[in-house]
């Protein structure tokens, strides 16, 4: 890794410093807020990544990809149950700013909405997914009643209690209210809802920094009387989100009021005097964190990624845009630390997010928090549920999302182009109990099955090893109904999964696993029907592997040992684990592009392995890195009969590296169990380079 530049290495320092301070949480926030308002231009440039090839290299090297394309880990629409009672609330942001208005039209354009920053983002780096399309919903217009009808339903099909609406109030004049209208009007809709008011000034910036003001706050004690007798009718409404029957409203930042204290005491009185009776204050943690009771508020929401700083990863890009400036977080060190965070002694309903990427709206310089992925975001929200809430009354779990729809933002649940709905679907599995870690006495085979009489062998293989087999084919359309033949006539069950011929055994492997580790498979055993026609020996090749990981004495003893130790996450045929820089001309800048997007480590090239022949006994949840990155089938060449250096070669030579980052153990089949090997013997099946 680079070491910092000096503007890095001071703004480090000093940032420790500030942090060493003896104040409280709420006076250091109220400290960087100032500072970065006043100071923010001076901070220093985050770290630049490695410098982008020439055009021309590129062209040859990274073929343009459609950004609507389908990746690996796509989730189509499907019903599924929804745990009963739900053990939380959770509770999305939205932002009503999908239609055109007279304020827009006038400061952007006319017919200007987000989706017009959405589309117009472009890639910055290798693996920078952008930009993010919609799918089911498509590029919806919010002053359509049927949209929001429509988004009620797809929310609380897949577990969303409620949306929070932020609201545009500038001292009586609303933006973007008609969406809000309209569903209040609509009583059709069943979904619970609250307002966010965002009290901040309406700047060119999109940040909640101060810049070009377009409308501004002028806030005041009549000011606060307005804006609550105007939201009344909402806090009225029967499908007002309620906290111990007091309908809830939210402030986005409360220390942009003169005296928020008083004004939650006026917005109180006036409820009490009009009606209403008593409300549920709380204040959203995007810029401080106070004591909701020292303000006068009855909670506090978290607002994730807002107040955290996870490790940068901006050196580590390969940039397709060499003036990009922006700066790259690490998405998964947000996680892990927010769901291993203690409440506070405060009522503070905790925050999730599913990602954040502002380029869209910061174009070659937007915040990005990288390696957001639905099964890390399952994880942090199901660890929020039922363990961070676990000691929280039934009634009082609220979990808020950030964001339903914050396409320009990267912050989004609704289903997209790329992954379909796996948010949404994450989102319901967060919701049911925590899966027990299944017993490995049922592995799963996965063959692909290019060469039918070979998948023939593979069967009496899998039948000679005496185990109770779950067996998975993959094969070519074409070959689809010879390998159901065979599977037939052997008289065994097998699901076979049909793929166009395209990154060899690789690409359909990575769609079977990502499918397998949903549905709760844990270990698996991956086989291919090899030949390498290109060599002589290719069949003692692929007997040679079929053996050391196969045979009767074998596969029963690896099976009981990953059962018994839970930290084993790959066991490989010996003598096929080869050190990586054996073959690591043609492989090596695939492979280092390929870690960075994963958020792999780089490699001790002179040191780590991987295996030789791409067959091997895996527990799937070593291989979450690589599942997790998701990547687009098209990334992978045409088949032109290559024996090196194309992206199945780069991925094959990655699945030791992201077992051992996701902290599993990696062994060989006679070292598991025991057995003699020949280490100094000569790889017979590959020549060095």
């Known amino acids: 890794m680079p070491f910092p530049s000096l503007p890095q290495a001071l703004h480090q320092l000093l940032r420790q410093a500030f942090r060493a301070l003896p104040i409280s949480d709420a006076r250091r926030d109220r400290w960087r807020n100032h500072l970065l308002d006043r100071f923010g231009g001076m901070l220093p440039r985050p770290p630049r990544g490695h410098a982008p090839e020439t055009e021309a290299a590129l062209r040859v090297t990274r073929p343009l990809h459609r950004a609507d394309e389908p990746a690996i880990g796509h989730v189509p629409y499907r019903k599924a149950d929804l745990p009963t009672p739900l053990p939380a609330t959770l509770v999305a942001f939205y ?12 400061w952007w354009g006319k017919g200007f909405t987000e989706w017009r920053n959405v589309t ?18 498509g590029f919806y217009d919010l002053r359509n009643p049927q949209v929001m009808r429509d988004q009620a339903r797809l929310a609380a099909e897949y577990g969303i209690g409620a949306f929070c609406f932020y609201y545009y109030w500038f001292s009586g004049r609303t933006l973007m209210e008609d969406p809000l209208r309209q569903w209040l009007a609509d009583d059709g809709i069943e979904l619970p809802f609250c307002l966010c008011w965002a009290n901040e000034n309406w700047t060119r910036r999109w940040d909640g920094r101060e810049g070009e003001v377009l409308i501004g706050q002028q806030h ?6 307005a804006f609550i007798a105007h939201v009344a009718p909402y806090l009225r409404d029967r499908r007002a989100l309620k906290v111990d029957g007091r309908p809830m409203l939210l402030v986005y930042r409360p220390h942009l009021l003169p005296d928020p204290r008083a004004t939650a005491q006026r917005w109180r009185q006036w409820c009490r005097d009009n009606g209403l009776g008593e409300i549920h204050l709380a204040y959203v943690q995007g810029f401080e964190r106070p004591d909701p009771r020292d303000i006068g508020f009855d909670a506090a929401v978290e607002f994730p990624p807002n107040m955290s700083n996870p490790r940068s990863l901006a050196a580590d890009q390969w940039l397709l845009n060499p003036d990009f400036a922006g700066d790259v977080r690490d998405w998964r060190e947000l996680a892990r630390e927010a769901a291993a965070r203690p409440l506070p002694a405060y009522t503070l309903y905790p925050g999730v997010n599913p990602g954040w990427d502002n380029e869209p709206r910061r174009p070659g310089r937007g915040r990005i928090f990288l390696h957001a992925s639905p099964r890390g975001y399952r994880d942090w929200l199901r660890a929020t549920v039922h363990g961070r809430l676990a000691a929280v009354p039934a009634d009082r779990r609220l979990v808020f999302v950030n964001a339903w729809n914050e396409w320009a933002e990267g912050a989004v649940l609704e289903p997209d182009a790329r992954l379909g709905h ?33 998948f023939d062998e593979l069967l009496q293989a899998l039948h000679a090893s005496g185990l109770p087999w779950r067996i998975v084919a993959t094969t070519p359309p074409e070959r689809k109904d010879e390998i159901e033949r065979i599977a037939q006539a052997r008289g065994m069950e097998v699901e ?19 499918r397998l580790l949903d549905e709760g498979e844990d270990l698996v055993l991956k086989l291919h029907t090899k030949r390498s ?26 099976v009981q040992a990953f059962d018994a130790q839970p930290d084993l996450g790959l066991v490989a045929p010996e003598g096929h684990v080869q050190p990586l820089h054996f073959y690591w001309g043609a492989n090596e800048r695939n492979v280092r592009v390929l870690l960075s997007r994963l958020g792999v480590a780089q490699p ?8 030789a022949g791409s067959m091997f006994w895996v527990r799937l949840s070593a291989l979450r890195p690589l599942l997790d990155g998701h990547l687009q089938p098209s990334q992978f060449e045409a088949e032109a009969g290559q024996v090196d250096g194309t992206l199945a070669h780069a991925v094959e030579r990655v699945f030791t590296l ?27 099946y590959a020549q060095r380079h």
């Open 95 to 106: 932002l009503p700013q999908f239609h055109a208005f007279a304020e827009n039209d006038a």
């Open 120 to 137: 117009r983002a472009l890639p910055q780096f290798e693996g920078h997914a952008q930009p993010r399309l919609p799918a089911d919903l």
């Open 220 to 225: 005041s004690a009549d000011d606060d009387l």
């Open 422 to 454: 796996a948010w949404l679907d994450a989102t319901r599995q967060a919701l049911a109990p925590p899966p027990v870690r299944p017993a490995a006495a049922r592995p799963c085979a996965v063959i692909h099955a290019w060469y039918p009489d070979v």
């Open 496 to 514: 076979v999964h049909a793929f166009a011929n395209h990154g060899r055994d690789i690409l359909p492997f990575l769609h079977v696993a990502g």
């Open 533 to 558: 026609t290109h060599r002589q020996d290719g069949e003692q090749w692929r007997n040679e592997l079929i053996g050391r990981l196969l045979a009767p004495d074998r596969a029963a003893a690896i």
């Open 604 to 611: 001790n090239v002179e040191r780590d392995t991987f295996i």
């Open 658 to 684: 992201a077992a051992r980052d996701a902290g599993f153990r990696q062994t060989t089949a006679a070292g598991l169990l025991g057995l003699p090997v020949d280490t100094a013997a000569p790889y017979a």
